[in-house]
């Protein structure tokens, strides 16, 4: 962001300050990803990754559909932050998601040693709305970030973005009620 008033070097300062402008601005980007996995045929959540300075540097989104159940994206960018960038770039760099990781990814996240995460959900909120949209439970127990990863800093819920995170989520198991994934060969 050029005008920032809060230059990477002192991204420590944003730790305590919550979800800044330019947070929102990364997250919202998130929350297009989100959709655009919805409009490819998959689930909807998107993330980023940000260096210190707030240049995107790798984004994804869910990729699941294909029957690969481990093709998060923010799985995705802890390896591909493992490969490009060096220990120093990673634990200032920035992970923006459209929800909370789970605990495959955040397990991930800690492993290759990246920094901040932020997120519009939480895994709670998600794990509310498909209770309530009749959803079968997931394979795996979810639990917040720093049960699983207690050194990372986070930030989410945001308030702002989580109606819009919502949405997708029940269209998306409106399309899989009306048409249900098929079965794919691999599994
Ligand atoms: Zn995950």
Redesign the pocket.
Known sequence: MSGSLFPGRHSLKLFRMGITESDLNHLRRCVELARDALEAGDEP?GSLLASAEGAVLFEDRNRVAGGDR?R????EIARWSAVHLTPEQRAGATVYTSGE??????A?HAWVGLGRIVYVSSSEQLGQWLRDLGEALPPVTTLPINQVAPGVPVEGPCPELVSKVRELHRARVERDKSNPPRPSSLT
């Open positions: 959540f481990t998060h994206p923010e799985f990781h789970c605990p495959m990814c955040a991930a």
